[in-house]
């Protein structure tokens, strides 16, 4: 069964850093487009960062570029989103989510960011 | 901020129906047949459980069913049951590899 795992949520300081990780079990990362999701309660969904599978191409939300950097170690199937300069207005779950092609087919069961001083 | 506005909330008795509704732009649920919808059950992995604006994914039950008509998109739950309180969203492809999500409905089976 196809599977996505993320971890490295935390509570941070403003300022601060985390460095999230989404392991994919049962597939291969590099064959997917994969995104990064945030999801804020009453809020809803905003994508936050995606790459190709040639990662090449990789695109960021205006909120965060600069900031986040995505990644993928295809040794460790493993996807990455390095946060830096952390801000409040980040706090929220972030979720990894595989591309199938015009829908998102896959989904993690998210990791938790809390960014408060 | 999501881009696709649907309801906070919706609600039923077991059997009855409810319909959530999911409202773009022409950028998005405008241009493209590419709407899915997806469960949430807190704490879980978010399933997908339509794509493509009306297509069932494998072993979701046909009570479940879902449309487009310009910029709105809607998901249908009939004959309500326990397990089908969730937290629903849908999200439509916007060009590029980008998609866009909605706010998020919350169904409670009364």
């Known amino acids: 069964e196809d599977q996505l795992v993320e971890s490295g949520g935390d509570l941070v300081q403003p300022g601060g850093s985390l460095r999230l990780s989404c392991v994919a079990s049962?597939?291969?990362?590099?064959?997917?487009?994969m995104h990064w999701v945030r999801q804020v309660p009453g809020e809803g969904l905003i994508s936050v960062s995606r790459?190709?599978?040639?990662?090449?191409?990789?695109r960021y939300a205006d909120f965060v570029r600069g900031r986040f950097t995505i990644s993928r170690d295809d040794a460790t199937n493993t996807l990455h989103l390095q946060m830096n300069s952390l801000r409040v207005e980040d706090t929220g779950t972030y979720y990894c989510?595989?591309?199938?092609?015009?829908?998102?087919?896959?989904w993690g069961q998210g990791t938790t960011v809390a960014v408060s001083s | 901020q999501s881009v696709l506005a649907q309801p906070p909330s919706a609600s039923g008795s077991p059997g009855q129906s409810v319909t959530i509704s999911c409202t773009g732009t022409y950028n998005d649920i405008g241009t493209y047949d590419f709407v899915s919808w997806f469960q949430h059950h807190p704490g879980r992995a978010p399933k997908v459980i339509i794509y493509?604006?009306?297509k069932r994914r494998s072993g979701v039950p046909d009570r479940f069913s879902a449309s487009k008509s310009g910029y709105t998109a809607s998901l249908t739950v009939s004959g309500l049951q326990a397990e089908d309180e969730a937290d629903y969203y849908c999200?439509?492809?916007?060009?590029?590899?980008?998609?866009?999500f909605g706010t998020g409905t919350k169904v409670t089976v009364l």
């Open positions: 790459i190709d599978r040639d990662e090449t191409n990789t």
């Open positions: 493509d604006v009306s």
């Open positions: 049962g597939f291969t990362l590099r064959s997917h487009w």
């Open positions: 999200s439509s492809y916007s060009g590029n590899n980008n998609y866009v």
């Open positions: 989510a595989r591309d199938r092609l015009f829908f998102i087919d896959l």
